[in-house]
């Protein structure tokens, strides 16, 4: 990491005060408070990814713009299209809460959110807030949150077309359009891949759009949805003894996810209100004949979420209700079926926002009620003072989450007496946003956990007897001077298992992420370079255990040219054709070339 190091004093040393028209500091987010504020007033610790930062990639999957956020690291197991996780300051990825939309999508049958297959297409933004934010969102945002916003974009009618090496082609066609009182968006995308190994294959397909009718000026009414399906070959497995990977010619999986949201907004009086109905469904199947073998998982989540908020003698109060229903089954060739098991909650839960000049002070609690293990309280408080482009901010809040209906119920090994796992963070950070849209953030965060839901060899079932900690740095930088802009991210983990002090697997103690771009008139191009550090994981093979998984650096560079309508674009992916593994065993791609081309029908 020492070149890291070095590229960040480097950059520390720019006099980065470029005019620009916009500031990092002006970006509105929602996602740390359930009200629009700038990322220079929160007091939250938050990164946001614009569409403009992923057409500059031409990155085709969420999981790829991550890559970049610090204190976040991502773990897919293999190819494109293959199962990919993410870990939020050392949490695991169970501890991650995903939304879409503000819709939690998060797998109710064994937490976590696979990202394998969720494509940019349609994305607005990606609005990344680290740390426990229970206080707001209830369970499993542990770690932190990540809310990907598919609505709210310029008017616009494209189609994108890309094809690349290994048989990768990626059709996209988008619009978007507000006439009068109503505001229509509609993507549809195709994606297939050959991969990089026999019956490593993906093909997708991804629809999704809405529309919003503002009836009056105060009362809007809108639908929005998503649907998803994949079907990808799993090139390899381990043999019947487990010793050896060896080739699945027909190991295939397939699935899809969907989800669909009624928002209702109002304004009575002085009181902001939100209705969101919204139901989250997912299939997952796979089988492997020649192992006769099988599973297939069904789970879905339907939610009712109200708020309102006001301006109060005490600050901007934020309160709601939440209710949620979840549901999950399983069939597999193993003998761990489980016929559809449900699991609900209540919650309540009230933020109060006081702004005092340059102070800004944030407190919170929510209480939520489950009626597979009882009650938790979680509170948060938060405190920034910012004034002249400085930000200095703190903050503590307690966060848990809840065992899944897997955890529960699966035969043989589910414990219907699990407790939920909690967690206890603190954070101090500096952060300094010059004239230009230029910014530096540096931030000390530590996190207790215990009750952590493990596999307890002893009592050979689920118990809530894992311990952990994780402390570490963040560290983000940004400048943009003329026609050069320049990014970096590190992060300095230590996650450990408690008492043993041995690091938990897959999460890097050192990384990070430099990106360099050049935009000039009708050409533009980006390189992004990721490094990230030695890590352990695990192994499948006898007798499994803990083994280290090398540290690699990979590079992207993607060249753009404007041609009014028409945007031609090429990227070269691996530029160095490194041979690296996110997940132990299973080999990532190797280089390859992609070309693309944009069409603008209408702006």
């Known amino acids: 990491m020492k070149p890291l190091v070095s590229l960040f004093l480097l950059f520390l040393s720019f006099p980065l005060f470029a ?51 610090p204190g976040l690291s991502v773990s897919r197991t293999g190819s494109l299209g293959k199962t990919t996780s993410i870990f939020i300051r050392g949490g695991s990825s169970k501890q991650a809460l995903v939304l879409w939309n503000g819709v939690e999508i998060n797998d109710p049958y064994f937490s976590g959110y696979n990202w394998g297959q969720f494509s940019t297409a349609e994305v607005q933004r990606v609005e990344v807030v680290r740390g426990p934010f229970s206080s707001l969102y209830g369970a499993d945002a542990v770690g932190g949150v990540v809310n990907i916003i598919t609505a709210g974009g310029h008017d616009h009618a494209d189609l994108d077309i890309a094809a690349g090496g290994r048989g990768l082609f ?57 649907v998803a399906n994949y079907d990808l070959g799993v090139p390899r497995n381990t043999n019947a003894f487990a010793t050896a990977y060896v080739a699945t010619p027909h190991h295939r999986e397939n699935g ?25 469904h997912r299939y997952d199947h796979n089988e492997d004949p020649d192992a006769q073998s099988f599973g297939s998982t069904t789970s879905t989540r339907r939610n009712l979420h109200l708020t309102a908020r006001g301006q109060t003698a005490v600050g901007m109060v934020v309160a709601g209700i939440e209710g949620e229903k979840s549901e999950a089954e399983n069939r597999d060739s193993f003998g761990l079926d489980i016929s559809p098991h449900h699991r609900s909650s209540q919650a309540f839960f009230v933020e109060d926002r006081l702004s005092r000049g340059p102070f800004e002070l944030s407190l919170g609690a929510r209480r939520d009620h489950y009626d597979t293990f009882g009650s938790e309280t979680s509170p948060r408080v938060a405190a920034a003072w910012a004034h002249g482009g400085h930000k200095f901010r703190a903050a503590y809040g307690q966060a848990f989450r809840a065992p899944q209906i897997g955890e529960l119920y699966l035969p043989f090994f589910g414990n219907p007496d699990l407790q939920a796992e909690r967690s206890r963070s603190t954070e101090v950070g500096y952060d300094h946003f010059f004239l230009s849209d230029a910014s530096v953030s540096v931030t000390a965060f530590q996190s207790n956990f215990r009750d952590l839901i493990i596999y307890d060899l002893a009592a050979n079932r689920f118990a809530n007897i894992g311990e952990a900690r994780s402390r570490g740095v963040e560290v983000a930088a940004r400048d943009h001077r003329g026609p050069f802009t320049a990014a970096l991210s590190y992060t300095y983990l230590r996650a450990t298992e408690e008492p043993s002090g041995g690091q938990l697997v897959r999460r890097p103690k050192h990384s990070g992420s430099l990106a360099l771009g050049y935009d000039h008139g009708t050409g533009s191009v980006q390189l992004v370079i990721a490094r990230v550090g030695s890590r352990p994981d695990v192994t499948d093979l006898f007798p499994f255990g803990t083994v280290t998984n090398r540290a690699y ?49 209408a702006q």
């Open 19 to 69: 005019q620009t028209p916009a500031r990092v500091a002006d970006e509105i987010i929602v996602t740390a408070s359930e009200m629009p504020e700038t990322v220079e007033s929160t007091p939250a610790s938050v990164t946001v990814i614009t569409r403009k930062d992923i057409d500059e990639r031409a990155a085709r999957d969420v999981a790829d713009v991550l890559r970049e956020v």
């Open 170 to 226: 990626n059709g996209l066609a988008s619009f978007a359009r507000t006439s009068g009182p109503v505001t229509l968006h509609l993507a549809a995308e195709h994606r297939q891949d050959d991969g990089f190994a026999p019956n490593d294959n993906d093909r997708e397909n991804s629809l999704l759009g809405g529309f919003t009718y503002a009836a009056t000026r105060t009362l809007s009414v809108g639908l929005t949805g998503r």
């Open 256 to 280: 899809k996810e969907w989800q669909l949201a009624l928002p209702i907004l109002a304004e009575i009086g002085r009181v902001h209100a939100e209705l969101r109905l919204s139901q989250s």
């Open 553 to 601: 650096t990979i590079a992207d560079v993607t060249l753009h040219w404007n041609m009014e309508r028409l945007a031609p674009y090429a990227k070269l992916e691996n530029l160095t054709n490194a041979r690296y593994q996110e997940v132990f065993g299973y080999p990532s791609p190797s280089r390859r070339a992609v070309i693309g081309i944009r069409y603008s029908i």
